[in-house]
């Protein structure tokens, strides 16, 4: 899912492109990507667009009037500009938006179709439907420390929850807990002033070099190949390959449709964190350490795609 590095290069070229255009008209593939009755999409045609501004993962149009369209890409929603009056693409075509200068085409892959589009009469009710947390790259080392504290949870789930922070999602926080050195699931609770402090550093550095990689790839465009596994990160989606820092073999937890993958050598003290369904199912014989891991391994002679010793099943 697009996070704030790539919803920031995004708005960039979209107020390029749109500031001050007046929209022509609206154009729907698909119905379900609409999630709102009020106002009607028909009210937004001939209105300029004043600004398009990031909140949260969402991707929001402001137009005259006081009137907003927010739109959240989700997985896998991409844009595109075209010449004026461009088609909706068949195959995986979700909007289009006609300016006078061309026109900007939203489609999804994939048959899960998530992404969503609501429209607003005023600034209130998008900020009652969508309120955000603090936005990390202006937050001060303050006011960071009082919004990680204000819940106690792991770090990995504080960095995520968009009420506390804004734009921040699985694969970047994953980047940031490793710049820092900080385990994923030390509580908010237990955390010192020096691990705020370089937890508040990594944010700001790991969010602001990804941005500008983005901006540098996309190269005035849109970026193409927005995704959770980029190359040159150091632990995300890189489970079983080695941490660019220690050399050590980099690790994940694995839940539902997401996974947090961490180094144990820069991060846990050499611990491995037990992966809930794993270690349910291998119960004492969980390995607790690297060297542990080391011998399961040897013992058993492989280990399987999802991390459970071969013969283990």
């Known amino acids: 899912m697009p996070e704030l590095p790539d919803i920031t290069v995004y708005v960039e070229r979209l107020e390029d492109l749109l500031k001050g255009r007046a929209l022509g008209a609206i154009r729907l593939a698909s119905p379900f990507l ?3 009755v009020t106002p009607p999409l028909k009210d937004f045609e001939g209105l300029r667009v004043t600004g398009v501004i990031r909140r949260g993962k969402r991707v929001v149009f402001a137009f005259e009037e006081g ?3 927010a739109l959240h890409l989700m997985v896998a929603g991409r844009f595109h500009w075209k010449p004026a009056g461009a088609p909706i693409p068949k195959s995986n075509g979700l909007m289009a938006m006609d300016f006078d200068a061309g026109t900007l085409i939203l489609t999804e892959s994939g048959t899960k179709k998530r992404a969503a589009l609501l429209a607003f009469g005023d600034l209130a009710a998008l900020e009652e439907r969508f309120p955000v947390g603090l936005e990390p790259m202006t937050a001060s ?6 919004m990680l504290r204000k819940e106690n949870h792991t770090l990995k789930r504080s960095l995520t929850d968009p009420r506390l922070f804004s734009g921040i999602g699985n694969s970047y926080s994953d980047e940031i807990l490793h710049r820092a050195g900080l385990s994923p699931i030390l509580l908010t609770s237990k955390i010192g002033d020096d691990q ?6 990594a944010v700001k550095a790991v969010l602001g070099e990804w941005t500008d990689i983005l901006r ?3 190269a005035g465009g849109f970026p193409q190949k927005v995704t959770a596994f980029r190359e040159g990160m150091a632990v995300h989606g890189r489970y079983g390959k080695p941490c660019p820092k220690c050399g ?3 690790q994940r937890i694995r839940y539902a449709e997401n996974e947090t993958n961490y180094c144990p050598t820069c991060q846990t003290g050499g611990k491995l964190l037990a992966d809930r369904a794993l270690s349910s199912l291998l119960k004492k014989d969980w390995p607790r350490s690297l060297d542990e891991m080391e011998k399961l391994l040897a013992k058993h002679k492989g280990i399987g795609a999802e991390g459970l010793p071969a013969d283990a099943t």
């Open 248 to 250: 050590g073999t980099v």
């Open 34 to 36: 609409l999630r709102s």
């Open 216 to 218: 540098a790839e996309s």
């Open 67 to 69: 009137r907003y369209l």
């Open 196 to 201: 705020i402090k370089a937890l508040f550093e």
């Open 141 to 146: 080392l303050s006011g960071f420390a009082g």
